[in-house]
């Protein structure tokens, strides 16, 4: 079956300016997760979704950080004022459901501000 | 907070036995997972084990859980080419009735040589 697909796979923007990153979930799971992978690094928790709703966003960096899931299944992570330092790769995973133990990565979104 | 830490590098011999070790401070940890990233790839789950186990063992993957001093192994049997890649470890303190989270490690770069 279809896994975790995220568009754009790359973006390069201007500083200052406005992104969208769009993931797509594996159908049926209610979770949802995104991370930002920085170069030579691990990935780092930005914001989990249970449905519709952001039940924890404690990793988000700052409030030009933002994260919707309107219906439950495609979550967009918006960026606004967009900095050199936002350049990283984006990646989502999602699970079948809250409290489950396994998550499915997506390839992730290369974000590129120059 | 959590911290997970992993050596950067390894080099092995095709053929070879090829042992990533990984440690972490968290004591709630409760499920403990081993990841995969190839070059402009995804993450993909390679094997987790739960806490309460010392031991799991799948196909040519063993990992092995030392509670008490909170360290973690991945070694690989019979290492191939196809096996040069960045393995992740992760943790999380699992919940049922919450996000479950993962903090990555930064990473081991393993490279198998023919």
């Known amino acids: 079956g279809a896994g975790v697909s995220q568009t754009p796979s790359n973006k390069v923007t201007e500083k200052g300016k406005y992104v969208e990153l769009r993931c797509d979930p594996i159908s049926g799971h209610t979770a949802l997760y995104w991370y930002r992978q920085s170069l030579g690094q691990g990935p780092e928790f930005l914001i989990y979704?249970?449905?519709?709703?952001?039940?924890?966003d404690s990793g988000l960096p700052n409030d030009r950080f933002f994260a919707v899931r309107p219906e439950g299944s495609v979550s967009t992570l918006k960026i606004q004022r967009t900095e050199r330092g936002d350049s990283a790769v984006y990646l989502c995973?999602?699970?079948?459901?809250?409290?489950?133990?396994?998550?499915?990565f997506g390839p992730g979104t290369r974000l590129t501000v120059t | 907070g959590e911290d997970v830490e992993q050596s950067l590098f390894l080099s092995v011999r095709e053929g070879d036995s090829s042992v990533i070790n990984c440690t972490y401070t968290?004591?709630?940890?409760?499920?403990l997972y081993w990841y995969k990233q190839e070059p402009g790839a995804g993450l993909q789950l390679l094997t987790y084990?739960?806490?309460?186990?010392d031991m799991k063992q799948d196909q040519r993957l063993t990992v092995l859980l030392n509670k008490k001093d909170k360290h973690l192994s991945l070694r690989i049997a019979d290492t191939q080419t196809g096996d040069s890649a960045i393995y992740f470890c992760?943790?999380?303190?699992?919940?049922?009735?919450?996000?479950?989270?993962?903090?990555f490690g930064g990473g081991t770069r393993l490279m198998v040589k023919p």
């Open positions: 968290d004591s709630s940890s409760t499920y």
């Open positions: 995973a999602s699970s079948p459901r809250q409290g489950s133990y396994e998550q499915y």
């Open positions: 979704f249970q449905g519709t709703g952001a039940a924890d």
């Open positions: 084990i739960f806490s309460n186990m």
């Open positions: 992760a943790e999380t303190a699992y919940s049922n009735n919450a996000g479950n989270m993962l903090t």
